[in-house]
């Protein structure tokens, strides 16, 4: 049997050899989804960057060679000076982002795609494309000799976060009905897949219970969680390549 | 609202200032258990160490003083060679250790009570105590100012337990049964709640299911989760006190 874990926040990760391991990144609010939505829309990469200093620089590196490239992402919830666009899965649209590429600065999801890059893949999921990600990962477990599935929440600097602690459900889920019988839960995988499907009829419900959904809210942002919460609106597999750049898989 | 949190392992309490907070320190299989039996069999009190080393050292310094120690714990679930006892609740019955005091090696719930020392106050909480622990943290919230309420997962090695989460949850019942609508829930607790509410009929299952209560098994000593899952079966508040042992507190 596969192991198939949820790793609650980033930190966790180094408990793990990745080497021959697939990772998700979910960080449903709303880096992960996001990402999902620019691929879809047609971007041609996204970066993912960990400070605002760092995205400047490079997109200004770019810029000069160049490149088209579109400098996104927020601190505490909002776009810092100068960005051209937010975190906001609603601004992601082909008429702003196709063929661009992206620097995307965000605060959790950064720290859990970096801390993943030893793993073989490392995709992005969210449940806008909960259902892909799965289908990408069953059609590789055996094909690729994959030894363990992590699930990994970027959670709340550092916290726990109910909404992807939900989503990390949702994989666990999906990847069961795939495989049946196929994994060894972990303890989390375990408590995750339960919370999922306790609510898997109503994820804008724990989209809005969660504290970071409340502080979205809070900041003029709440029509961005029934963006986040719509399952399989935006059936693509981010995957993260060379240089660290997240494209667009072949499914 | 007074926030109650759930840490799901204990490396999150770098997040928190404790001065004013109370902690529960979950290690449900067995340590938490183990001690709340040790002290409700008469134990006038216990010290958890972290190292073998440090255990035989300190054991042999208070006997050469004439206290009569035992010295009690586990490496990988069984007692050390040397050792009066394991770490089996079973074993902590008062002809063994009436009036005497315990050093108590242990490998999770020992790193988490070292890390909430700094706390207003340290508890031990475990399904043995749950109700007794909720009660002494209800009288004194008001009385002491506290600021903040966390259940501390000892977990499995850095890792999250499906057992400790389960028994935050039931702690965060408990509470908000007793002072119903006054407590902010951070994620954790909500979904620890959700999870205990709906194992609340069968403890047993839950620590049957969890990854420890199935090397415990593998150990055989499966004997000690019953033990462990009987509810309220030894209603006594564990409290850290000076110098890091753990005494009954006066209810």
């Not at 408990?15 to 996001?34: C, G, K, M, P």
């Not at 829309?41 to 960990?50: D, E, W």
Request: charged letters at 20%; hydrophobic letters at 45%; proline letters at 4%.
């Amino acid at each position: 049997m596969i192991p198939l874990d949820v790793v609650i926040v980033p930190d966790h990760l180094a408990h793990f050899v990745l080497e021959r391991s697939a990772v998700v990144v979910i960080d449903v609010l709303r880096a992960t989804t996001s990402i999902a939505v620019a691929l879809h829309s047609g971007a041609r990469g996204i970066l993912p960057i960990m400070t605002v200093e760092e995205a400047i620089r490079i997109s200004g590196n770019m810029r000069r060679d160049g490149e088209s490239v579109l400098l996104c992402g927020e601190v505490g919830g909002l776009p810092p000076e100068g960005f051209d666009l937010g975190n906001s899965p609603r601004e992601f649209v082909p008429e702003r982002v196709l063929n661009r590429r992206i620097m995307l600065k965000t605060t959790n999801g950064t720290v859990a795609l970096v801390r993943s890059q030893t793993a073989r893949y490392v995709l992005a999921g969210a449940l806008v494309n909960l259902s892909a990600v799965a289908e990408f990962l069953h059609s590789h477990l055996e094909s690729d000799s994959l030894d363990r599935i992590l699930c990994v929440c970027a959670g709340r600097e550092g916290d726990f976060s109910l909404e992807d602690f939900f989503t990390a459900g949702g994989i666990v889920d999906r990847l069961q009905d795939l495989y049946r019988s196929r994994f060894d839960l972990g303890d989390s995988a375990v408590a995750a897949l339960e919370y999922f499907q306790s609510h898997r009829d109503n994820p804008l419900a724990v989209l809005e219970q969660s504290r970071h959904g409340r502080v979205l809210k809070g900041l003029g942002l709440g029509a961005d969680l029934p963006a986040c919460a719509a399952y399989d609106s935006y059936p693509v597999v981010p995957l993260c390549g060379s240089e660290g750049w997240i494209e667009k898989a072949e499914i």
